[in-house]
């Protein structure tokens, strides 16, 4: 053998072995020993399972604190579905077939300051703004209405396919949540599903989301029955953080735990303060949550190229 192929084949094996070694190294400090040894062999992480990918790689929600600012008086009767803040008021809508709403409420007091009933066909789910018009999403029906933001007039409406939940928006386009993990991003002006996300808390799909806010370039999201808020990343779908609010309206005060649960979020951005409330609670709660993050520069790069 020349001295040439005899370096090749030498270098070729000192190479394999070292990889050998570093795969080995890795596989043990990511896994805690959670996995076979020989698993470790060649195993792309991109096909593997979820629940099977080493832990140091799922990045975990962190558990975010909140303080209570003030909390406020908020009709007992309405069953929130939407909130959002705009000019110093909250605009609410409620639902249940018969008692759905759009309003507009005074902060301080929970004076109703302008309200407009939805027909009794409809159960009313959420809503947002857009430009001067109120988009408001209806549960079974596959129907959305838009209003006037000044005179709840209404000008439109439009149909969807399947439930209609949660509803915010950033500065590009709505962003709708279904009852699934996966929200859907709307083009605003023609309301078509332009985009996807599929939402993964621990890598696994996040499902019944509800109502929604957008704040300071991430989505934070109720899910139905829960009393926690999750921050979900809006290029990835990952839920990076989660606040358990269990403890503003405990269960034990509630008439029915499963249906008088956390619902609405809305956000005032000037001040940084997130409101929150829920179906049928008498406090709104105005809270300082740790970790509401700093806005992403430009979002509509995720919507361009999906993930
Ligand atoms: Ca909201």
Same mark, same amino acid.
């Given at each position: ?8 084949? +030498? ?15 890795? $596989? ?5 020993? $959670? ?27 962190? #558990? ?20 959002? %803040? ?43 703004? +857009? ?15 838009? %209003?006037?933001?000044?005179? %709840? ?15 915010? #928006? ?21 309301? #078509? ?30 899910? +139905? ?26 269960? #034990? ?55």
């Amino acid at each position: 053998m020349k001295l040439e192929s005899f370096l090749t084949v +030498w270098l070729g094996a000192l190479y394999l072995g070292l990889a050998a070694c570093s795969a080995a190294s890795d $596989a043990s400090g990511l896994d805690e020993g $959670a996995r076979p040894a020989l698993a470790s062999k060649a195993e792309p992480s991109s096909n593997m399972p979820a629940s099977a990918a080493p832990k140091a790689i799922q990045a975990q929600p962190v #558990a975010l604190t909140y303080d209570i600012l003030d909390t406020y008086p908020h009709d007992p009767s309405a069953f929130t579905q939407g909130l959002f %803040f705009h000019q110093g008021v909250l605009y609410e809508s409620t639902g249940r077939y018969g008692q759905s709403s759009l309003r507009k409420t005074e902060i301080n007091t929970g004076r109703v300051l302008q309200k407009t009933d939805i027909p009794e066909q409809y159960f009313g789910e959420g809503i947002t703004l +857009w430009n001067d018009q109120i988009i408001y999403l209806t549960w079974r029906a596959g129907r959305g209405f838009i %209003f006037g933001l000044e005179n %709840f007039e209404l000008r439109a409406s439009f149909p969807y396919p399947g439930q209609g939940w949660g509803l915010t #928006a950033n500065t590009t386009h709505l962003i709708q949540s279904d009852g699934s993990h996966i929200l859907r991003f709307l083009d605003p002006e023609t309301l #078509a599903i332009v985009d996807t996300l599929e939402v993964r808390y621990k890598g696994r799909p996040l499902s019944k989301l509800n109502e929604l806010e957008w704040i300071e370039g991430m989505i934070w999201a109720n899910v +139905w029955q829960s009393d926690m808020i999750f921050r979900i990343d809006p290029r990835t779908g990952k839920v990076t953080g989660e606040v358990d609010l269990a403890a503003l309206h405990p269960a #034990a005060l509630r008439a029915s735990p499963t249906d008088h649960v956390l619902n609405g979020i809305a956000y005032d951005p000037a001040q940084g303060i997130v409101y929150v409330t829920g179906k049928y609670w008498p406090r709104l709660f105005a809270l300082n949550i740790e970790g509401l993050g700093t806005p992403l520069q430009d979002v509509s790069k995720k919507l361009a190229t999906p993930p």
